[in-house]
T-cell receptor
């Protein structure tokens, strides 16, 4: 069974600081997703990483994928309050089409 | 097309009652998924359709749960004899099998509270 682990699960950081969220998964996969969820809301797609070594950046967020290490990272640069949310990674393990989610990282950015 | 639409947004029901939720996917998406999310957890897969065929069901989907996608467009998820443990956010997602970005688009969800 595919397991997806995120750490940390809770993260409080000051505005302007940098930090990295880690996502480890247990079986072979070459497709990894990052989502953002605000309280009471649905999931907003951030990144889809499709191959080993893939790196994508959007604003203050950068995601990368190392399929050999079965590890993805979500790096936050110069955090701002608007980034406060829960971030999920999800992994696809073909031939199944169901996404397997981590428990999420609850991020709070404080002044 | 405004994305994946789910109705109702909220549902409060008494234990033992039946409830039905509806999901309208993005019109050209041929794959449709149901997930359940409880407080503080990531979404958990329930079931998946390709067109009208239900191709996979999680063991989380007990006999009280049934999902349909009769014409390969909208889908319904019914829960019979609801229990307090069924209280959760039920999320629907859709995707296009041939899409090069392999994106999954989620709806806003239906929040079920069983009292």
């Amino acid at each position: 069974e595919l397991k997806v682990e995120q750490n940390p699960l809770f993260l409080s950081m000051q505005e302007g600081k940098n930090y990295t969220i880690y996502c480890n998964y247990s079986t072979t996969s070459d497709r990894l997703y990052w989502y953002r969820q605000d309280p009471g809301k649905s999931l907003e797609s951030l990144f889809v990483l499709l191959s080993n070594g893939a790196v994508k950046q959007e604003g203050r967020l950068m995601a990368s994928l190392d399929t050999k290490a079965r590890l993805s990272t979500l790096h936050i640069t110069a955090a701002v309050h608007d980034l406060s949310a829960t971030y999920f990674c999800a992994v696809l393990s073909p031939p199944r089409y169901a996404l397997n989610f981590g428990k999420g990282t609850s991020l709070l950015v404080t002044p | 097309d405004t994305g994946v639409s789910q109705n109702p947004r909220h549902k409060i029901t008494k234990r033992g009652q039946n409830v039905t939720f509806r999901c309208d996917p993005i019109s050209e998406h041929n794959r449709l998924y149901w997930y359940r999310q409880t407080l503080g957890q990531g979404p958990e897969f329930l079931t998946y359709f390709q067109n009208e065929a239900q191709l996979e069901k999680s063991r989380l989907l007990s006999d009280r749960f049934s999902a349909e996608r009769p014409k390969g467009s909208f889908s319904t998820l019914e829960i019979q004899r609801t229990e307090q443990g069924d209280s959760a956010m039920y999320l629907c997602a859709s995707s296009l099998a041939s899409s090069s970005n392999y994106g999954y688009t989620f709806g806003s969800g239906t929040r079920l509270t069983v009292v």
